[in-house]
């Protein structure tokens, strides 16, 4: 049912959001199908909290990465414009946070 898929993908963000603030090893290693997973779901889930989820964990991993996503920079940017946008004013807070910590880290991988 669609709304135990919304369940299910916020209880697998909170596990994400939580490896992330702990800088487990995994949540590098295997970073590319991380982004590409959260990315997709960022804009186009139907639950506005699995959106904010997504951005949240996004957000997180950026601050950790150490410029290791800077090779999704093109999808990060697309998604992050987008989601500025969304219908849902704390999807929008969420996601300006995160654009925010995104366009900060590129300033501090140029310092």
């Not at 490896?19 to 997973?37: C, F, K, M, N, P």
Request: glycine share 8%; with cysteine; charged share 20%.
């Amino acid at each position: 049912s669609a709304a135990g898929a919304g369940v299910f993908a916020a209880q697998a963000l909170q596990l994400l959001v939580r490896a992330a603030r702990r800088g487990d090893a995994w949540t590098e290693d295997d970073l590319a199908s991380i982004v590409q997973a959260i990315l997709g779901a960022c804009t186009t889930h139907p639950v506005p909290l699995v959106r904010m989820g997504c951005f949240q964990a996004l957000q997180l991993m950026t601050m950790r990465s150490q410029g290791h996503m800077l090779g999704f920079k093109k999808q990060i940017e697309q998604c992050l414009r987008k989601a500025v946008e969304d219908r849902k004013r704390e999807v929008r807070l969420v996601a300006s946070g995160c654009l925010n910590t995104w366009y900060c880290s590129l300033t501090a991988e140029r310092d």
